[in-house]
T-cell receptor, first 116, second 112 residues
Framework: EAGVVQSPRYKIIEKKQPVAFWCNPI?????LYWYLQNLGQGPELLIR????????DSQLPKDRFSAERLKGVDSTLKIQPAELGDSAVYLC??????????????FGPGTRLLVL | DQQVKQNSPSLSVQEGRISILNCDYT??????FLWYKKYPAEGPTFLIS?????DKNEDGRFTVFLNKSAKHLSLHIVPSQPGDSAVYFC???????????FGKGTLLTVNP
């Protein structure tokens, strides 16, 4: 069974440029998460989708970040414009059900973003 | 306010010995706890979990112990192998909140 797929794996951009990350969750997983991981820290949730609905985006900086999950499968996370402080690893995760608190989340390899 | 704490940034162990990684939490609503392992340039890989209705869960060389009164859990790896060298994250969720709250991680090095 394929795991969570993310692309690109690495991205280097100049500040003020836009950038987009793509995620394909594990087949059959209804819930999809985007996390941000800064160096030396654990992942922190940005947004959670149940199918195509964003059910929690309270931690997403909406002035520059946006996300979508059309058709309830793949998802895209966008930053426009990127700032130096956005340099981090962006992780996508998925879980089987409807975000029940005792579900296991499975992570993709992440996209490592460097903003110059 | 860090709700999940891993107070040891690093741990070094000899191959074949036991590795014990510790995690403390402050939120009494947490009722599901997970350990993830992370190699460099990879995403976290799920290792083992425990529900608050249990105090121990075992999977091969990995055992997680939960002490609810102390709000403490630990991951035991026996015997430790060089391939276990990685960063280990403790995570928790609970109540009506699906969200995983992670600790900062502990770098385990298993020396041959």
């Amino acid at each position: 069974e394929a795991g969570v797929v993310q692309s690109p794996r690495y991205k280097i951009i100049e500040k003020k440029q836009p950038v987009a990350f793509w995620c394909n969750p594990i087949s059959g997983h209804n819930t999809l998460y985007w996390y941000l991981q800064n160096l030396g820290q654990g992942p922190e949730l940005l947004i959670r989708y149940e199918n195509e609905e964003a059910v929690d985006d309270s931690q997403l900086p909406k002035d520059r970040f946006s996300a979508e999950r059309l058709k309830g499968v793949d998802s895209t996370l966008k930053i426009q414009p990127a700032e130096l402080g956005d340099s981090a690893v962006y992780l996508c995760a998925s879980s089987l059900g409807q975000g029940q608190n005792q579900e296991t989340q499975y992570f993709g390899p992440g996209t490592r973003l460097l903003v110059l | 306010d860090q709700q999940v704490k891993q107070n040891s940034p690093s741990l070094s162990v000899q191959e074949g010995r036991i590795s014990i990684l510790n995690c403390d939490y402050t939120n009494s609503m947490f009722d599901y706890f997970l350990w993830y392992k992370k190699y460099p340039a990879e995403g976290p890989t799920f290792l083992i979990s425990i529900s608050s209705i249990k105090d121990k869960n075992e999977d091969g060389r990995f055992t997680v112990f939960l002490n609810k009164s102390a709000k403490h859990l630990s991951l035991h790896i026996v015997p430790s192998q060089p391939g276990d060298s990685a960063v280990y994250f403790c995570a928790a969720s609970g109540g009506s909140n699906y969200k995983l709250t992670f600790g900062k991680g502990t770098l385990l090095t298993v020396n041959p």
